[in-house]
C-alpha cells in the first residue's frame, strides 16, 4: 500500500473537523479514508505550528515562539503525568481488586 498525499485544504479541513466541530479523530479518519494515526499528527502540527501548520515547508520559529509552544506542551505533559500518578494510586490500593481473580 503507497503512501498517499493529502493537499493543504484536505488537511486543514480534516484538523477543523476535530479542532473546531468537536468530532473524534478516528471518526473523521473513517469518513475521509484517512489511514488510521495520520489525522492525529495533523492535529498536533496544527497546534504546534497554527496557520504555518499546512504551508509547504514549516519556517523555523522565533526563540520566544518556540518557548511558548513549550512551555504549552510542558504543562501538557505535566497534566497528563499527574493524570497517570492517580491511576496508580488508585490501582495500587487494591491489586486484586481490578485483576479480575
Given at each position: ?16 473537523m476535530?479542532?473546531?466541530d ?6 473523521v479518519?473513517?469518513?475521509?479514508g484517512?489511514?488510521h494515526g ?10 504546534d ?14 526563540p520566544?515562539?518556540?518557548?511558548k509552544r513549550?512551555r504549552?506542551?510542558n504543562?501538557?505533559?505535566?497534566r ?5 500518578k ?5 490501582f495500587?490500593t487494591?491489586?486484586?481488586r481490578?485483576s479480575g481473580s
Amino acid at each position: 500500500m503507497g503512501n498517499r498525499r493529502y493537499d493543504s485544504d484536505f488537511k486543514r479541513e480534516a484538523v477543523r473537523m476535530v479542532v473546531e466541530d468537536g468530532l473524534g479523530v478516528r471518526e473523521v479518519e473513517r469518513s475521509l479514508g484517512i489511514t488510521h494515526g495520520v489525522l492525529k499528527g495533523w492535529v498536533q502540527k496544527h497546534r504546534d505550528h497554527q496557520d504555518a501548520a499546512f504551508v509547504g515547508r514549516v519556517a523555523a520559529e522565533s526563540p520566544e515562539a518556540e518557548l511558548k509552544r513549550l512551555r504549552k506542551e510542558n504543562e501538557r505533559l505535566q497534566r497528563e503525568r499527574d493524570i497517570l500518578k492517580k491511576a496508580v494510586a488508585i490501582f495500587s490500593t487494591d491489586p486484586h481488586r481490578y485483576s479480575g481473580s
